[in-house]
DNA sequence: CCAAAAATCCCCATTTATAGGGATAAATAC
DNA sequence: GTATTTATCCCTATAAATGGGGATTTTTGG
C-alpha cells in the first residue's frame, strides 16, 4: 500500500501524559502508519531523542512540553532538526506557532484525521515569521522586572534608578510593543522567555 | 472472561479533545473492557449525557472539561449520579478532586494502566480531601476579565456591574488565592486555564 | 426555617499608574 | 563628526488601584 513509505520513517511523539500519546499512536495506526516510533515525555527527552536519532522527520508534539518556552524550543528544534515536520497538539490555550501544522482541542475527529494526513502526505513549506528583539537591554530589564510584578517604585529600587526613568523606559516599552496593559507585558514577557511563570510575584 | 461484566456498563468519557478520548477508548480495550460507551466534548454534553442516559457507572472526565467550575459541576455530577465513580484526568497543572481518583500527566503507562484497573476493578471509597479556597462563578469571571487586561472599570462595564462590586470582588479574590499583583492574576488565570493568553488585552 | 455564602453596592483615604510635556550626558551608528 | 538611540532624570495632572470600613439582597445547604 501507499503508505508503505512511512515505514521507514523515524516519527517522534511528545507529550508527557501517555494516554495522549497513546491517542496519537493510535491515530497513526488507524490512518496506515507504522513507522519508527520515539516517545518524549518532556522537552529533554524531545531534544535528546531528536539528537540522538539522526533523521526524525516527523515530530508530533504537544504544546505543554513546548511551554512556556515554547519559541525558543521551536528554534531550537528547527536548528537540530531543519528539515523535520512539525504539529502541535494544543490542549487548552494555544497559540500559533511558525512553521508548524496545529491541532486544536476544538477539532473534531474528522479534522484531526484530515490534518493528520495532510501532515504525513502533503508538505507544502510553512511560513517563516520575523522574530524581532526591539526592545533596549534595559527596557528589557525594566519590563521583565513589571511582569514579574513588581510596581514600578519597586522596579526603581531593584534597578537602582529612578522611578522616573521606570516610567520612561515603560513609555517606551508600550509604544515599542503596543502593549500597554500589565497583563499583557506578562503573557509577552513569559511567551518570550524573559521570565518564568513562577516567579511572578503573587 | 471476568471483564465481560463490563460489557453491558455504561461508561462516559468526557474529554474535549478527540484524540485524548482516543487515547482512553483504547486504554479500555488493552485493559479489555467493552462498555456501553458515550463520548462527550463539553461540560454540557456531559451533564446532558448523565442526565438522559441512567446508569452511567463510570466517568472519566478530562480537568479541562469541568474547569473552572469544578468542583460545582463535580457537585452536580455526583448530585445526578451519586453511585457513578469518577476517573479524573488531569493535564497540566491539576488540583486533586474530592472523590475522584485522579491521573495526572507524570503517570507512566504503567501507573496509567493501574490506575484504569483499580477504577474498574476495585471500590475503595475515595478520600475527601481539603477543598482549596476556590473561587465563585462570579469572582472567577472577574478574575478573568482583570487577567485579560481589562481596567475595574472596564470589567464593570463588562459584567453589567458597579466598579464597586468588581472592586469588592478583587477583594475576595486576593484574599483566597493570596495574589495580588496583575501579572500574578494573569499567570494564575493562565496557568488555570481560564484564560487563553492570545486573548490578553495589550 | 436558619445560617452561611455569594453578589451586589457605597464611602473614604492613600498610593500607583498613565499621559502629556520636557531635559541632559553618553554611547552607537553611519 | 554629526545624528540617533539610549539611559537617565524632572514636572503636572488625571485616572486607576488599593486598603479599610461598611451595607443589603439573594442563593444555597442542612
Do not use: W
Not at 75 to 95: E, H, M, S, T, Y
Not at 169 to 175: A, F, L, P, S, V
Request: overall charge negative.
Amino acid at each position: 500500500m501507499m503508505q508503505s513509505e512511512f515505514n521507514k520513517t523515524k516519527v517522534c511523539i511528545a507529550d508527557k501524559h501517555f494516554i495522549h500519546r497513546l491517542g496519537v499512536k493510535t491515530i497513526l495506526s488507524v490512518i496506515g502508519i507504522e513507522p519508527d516510533l520515539y516517545e518524549a515525555d518532556s522537552l529533554e527527552t524531545t531534544l535528546s531523542c531528536l539528537s540522538e536519532i539522526n533523521d526524525v522527520k516527523y515530530l508530533i508534539v504537544a504544546q505543554d512540553v513546548l511551554h512556556p518556552k515554547l519559541n525558543k524550543s521551536l528554534r531550537k528544534i528547527k536548528n537540530q532538526n531543519p528539515n523535520a515536520k512539525l504539529l502541535v497538539v494544543c490542549d487548552g490555550p494555544c497559540q500559533a506557532v511558525p512553521g508548524a501544522k496545529l491541532i486544536t482541542e476544538n477539532d473534531t475527529r474528522q479534522e484531526v484525521l484530515e490534518k493528520f494526513q495532510n501532515f504525513f502526505f502533503h508538505s507544502e513549506p510553512e511560513s517563516t515569521d520575523n522574530d524581532s528583539a526591539l526592545l533596549s537591554e534595559r527596557e528589557t530589564e525594566v519590563l521583565k522586572t513589571v511582569a514579574l510584578g513588581y510596581s514600578n517604585k519597586e522596579t526603581a529600587e531593584k534597578l537602582f534608578i529612578s522611578i522616573n526613568t521606570v516610567i520612561s523606559h515603560r513609555k517606551n516599552i508600550t509604544e515599542k510593543l503596543g502593549i500597554k496593559t500589565i497583563a499583557g507585558l506578562t503573557v509577552y514577557a513569559v511567551m518570550h522567555d524573559l521570565i518564568k511563570p513562577e516567579d511572578v510575584k503573587a
